[in-house]
């Protein structure tokens, strides 16, 4: 049953900054019933909407929200719940819960009106909202395990919009405004799919070129912020893949050349740059960074030869076990820049302990484990300025 505890509250206490360090304004704080395991947030215009993800990483249950705000001056920060309802992750085949905290196994499509989730994770399809429910309509509403499915949130359960089926169980997949859906199997093959505007059917679908380097499978795919048509992807060991989504080619392969546990990537930028056989390395890092503080353009010039585009990201690295599963509990998470150049992963020191997160206009924020919140340049490295002290290990996401 929806109730006020059900309903984000804003803290009136908390008040609006136009002026926080040149580029971020506080907005609101809401207080929702459960701890948070994901975040997504989509703004457009003057509207906001924010997918929430709560519940606890070692239980498959999880509760989803999605509000809407507006940056209007009358309704600041005031949220109005869209939807909810309850879901369950499956178990791996080690019988753990493996995907309960990536935003990579459920997304809402670019205008928010529906999630895109894995047929694998249960949800009701009925008014009395109960998992696991064995009424006419939520049987007839249960697939195979393989698969992608687009639902509607309701009041405590959701309406099935569209069911898309792969040959092989889904590893992950990315929303791409305005209607593309890439969709990667295990084994390595890369989907895309191209929606309608209301993003209820499908109108054609295509393979991106795969790469041998991503075995067994491809873990996570993240856009380019500066560059929307770049799609990075990678397989949790240090090797990367670099894609054009529009033009449908793989554009680079990269590799590390020491053992690389990633449990998270976030472009922040990407740069064009042409490549010197001989360059000592003072030269060399000096050029990188004048690229690197040149490109600001969403598309590159066709003088640029696809090998020569570089992508900067932070990569989020976890303690991991002897079979590759990473635990991913915020304050074992070790977060470094990043730089794929060359057919190359090359990675400099770990910048933080925490939570980290990248903003559009190619700027850091870190949440370090003991509470501090700040913001920094990512193509010079320089600290901007603190911007919260929060309760230490109080932040699971950014």
């Known amino acids: 049953e929806a109730n006020d505890e059900f309903r984000a509250n804003v803290d009136q206490e908390m008040k609006l900054n136009r002026n926080l360090g040149g580029f971020l304004d506080f907005f609101a704080s809401y207080v929702l019933p459960m701890p948070i395991l994901t975040v997504q947030l989509f703004s457009k215009e003057r509207d906001i909407h ?24 009358e309704m600041m920060g005031r949220p109005s719940l869209i939807g909810y309802a ?8 080690f019988g753990e ?7 990579s196994s459920l997304q809402l499509e670019p205008d928010s009106r529906s999630l895109v989730l894995l047929n694998s994770i249960e949800t009701s399809y009925c008014s009395d909202g109960k998992l696991h429910c064995s009424c006419k309509v939520c049987a007839s509403n249960r697939f195979k395990k393989s698969g992608i499915k687009i639902v509607k949130l309701n009041s405590g359960f959701v309406s099935l919009v569209s069911v898309l089926e792969t040959t092989h169980s889904v590893s992950c997949f990315l929303v791409c405004g305005p209607n593309f859906l890439l969709v990667a199997e ?85 740069f064009a740059w042409r490549r010197k056989p001989d360059c000592d390395m003072n030269t060399l890092l000096s050029e990188i960074m004048g690229a690197t503080g040149k490109q600001h353009r969403s598309s590159f ?8 585009i570089a992508v900067w990201l932070l ?64 193509s010079t490295g320089t600290k901007s300025k603190n911007l919260r002290s929060l309760e230490p290990g109080s932040v699971s996401c950014v």
């Open 315 to 378: 990569i989020s690295t976890a303690e991991c076990g002897p079979d590759l599963d990473c635990c991913y509990r915020p304050g074992e998470r070790e977060v470094t820049l990043a730089l794929l150049i060359n057919d190359t992963v090359i990675t400099g020191s770990v910048i933080d302990r925490g939570i980290a997160a990248v903003t559009s206009g190619g700027r850091g924020i870190m949440c370090r484990n003991d509470g501090v919140v700040y913001a920094w340049e990512l």
């Open 186 to 270: 295990e084994g390595g093959k890369l989907n895309m799919w191209i929606m309608n505007s209301e993003w209820s059917q499908q109108k054609e679908i295509s393979s991106l070129p795969a790469s041998n380097g991503l075995f067994p499978c491809i873990t996570e795919l993240k856009r380019v912020p500066n560059s929307p048509d770049l799609v990075v992807g990678h397989n949790g060991v240090g090797n990367f893949c670099l894609w054009d989504v529009n033009r449908r080619i793989l554009v680079s392969t990269f590799s590390s050349s020491r053992a690389l546990s990633v449990s998270e990537c976030l472009p922040a930028s990407s």
């Open 301 to 308: 010039s066709s003088e640029v030869d696809d090998k020569d």
């Open 50 to 73: 924010i997918f929430v993800n709560c519940g606890f990483s070692d239980q498959l249950e999880s509760k989803v929200f999605v509000y809407s705000a507006t940056t209007h001056e």
């Open 97 to 103: 819960n493996a995907t309960a905290s990536r935003s």
């Open 86 to 93: 309850s879901i369950a992750f499956p178990l791996n085949a």
